[in-house]
T-cell receptor
Framework: TQLLEQSPQFLSIQEGENLTVYCNSSSVFSSLQWYRQEPGEGPVLLVTVVTGGEVKKLKRLTFQFGDARKDSSLHITAAQPGDTGLYLC?????????FGKGTRLHILP | GAVVSQHPSWVICKSGTSVKIECRSLDFQATTMFWYRQFPKQSLMLMAT?????????EQGVEKDKFLINHASLTLSTLTVTSAHPEDSSFYIC?????????????FGPGTRLTVT
């Protein structure tokens, strides 16, 4: 069974701080996506990483795909209250997309 | 591009009635659509995978006779909750997976909040 473990499950920090969310697996993924979901809405795709070691930046968000394509991280610099939400990673393997259980992030003003 | 819509966005129904939820890919063709269920403050739980023109594949523990899925075209999948009960109240989200360069990404609809009274 392929699993994607996300950590931490919950994170509450002050505005302006930095944070990193991790997504780990023992399986290799062809690609990995990160989504953000706000209450009452569907998840919104943030980024897709495909190449091992790939780094993508989206304003204050930095996404990295592990060299072995088994793990990924999301780093947020100078977090803002608008970053609050549920962050989900999802990996594609054997034509199936596997979701992590999510990291619930709360940024305190 | 890659927009997915759901209708209705919320619905309230009485126990014992059936409710149909539509999922449409607006600007791309989706050979595969997925239906998820999400309880408050939890992650997404995959219910079934819907492939155009064939029967849906249900995840373990999901009753296929209760949650009827039809994927009649490359842009439309429907989920019908039959004989709904209060425990079926949840947030239902669909996603669509495209073809070609979109084949390794899923795009989610905005969700449908179902409340069964």
């Amino acid at each position: 069974t392929q699993l994607l473990e996300q950590s931490p499950q919950f994170l509450s920090i002050q505005e302006g701080e930095n944070l990193t969310v991790y997504c780990n697996s023992s399986s290799v993924f062809s690609s990995l996506q990160w989504y953000r979901q706000e209450p009452g809405e569907g998840p919104v795709l943030l980024v897709t990483v495909v190449t091992g070691g790939e780094v993508k930046k989206l304003k204050r968000l930095t996404f990295q795909f592990g060299d072995a394509r088994k793990d990924s991280s999301l780093h947020i610099t100078a977090a803002q209250p608008g970053d609050t939400g549920l962050y989900l990673c999802a990996g594609l393997a054997d034509d199936k997309i596997i979701f992590g259980k999510g990291t619930r992030l709360h940024i305190l003003p | 591009g890659a927009v997915v819509s759901q209708h209705p966005s919320w619905v309230i129904c009485k126990s014992g009635t059936s409710v149909k939820i539509e999922c449409r890919s607006l600007d791309f063709q989706a050979t595969t659509m997925f239906w998820y269920r999400q309880f408050p403050k939890q992650s997404l739980m995959l219910m079934a995978t819907s492939n155009e023109g064939s029967k849906a594949t249900y995840e373990q523990g999901v009753e296929k006779d209760k949650f009827l899925i039809n994927h009649a075209s490359l842009t439309l999948s429907t989920l019908t909750v039959t004989s709904a009960h209060p425990e079926d109240s949840s947030f239902y989200i669909c996603s669509a997976r495209g073809t070609g360069v979109l084949s390794y990404e899923q795009y989610f609809g905005p969700g449908t909040r179902l409340t069964v009274t």
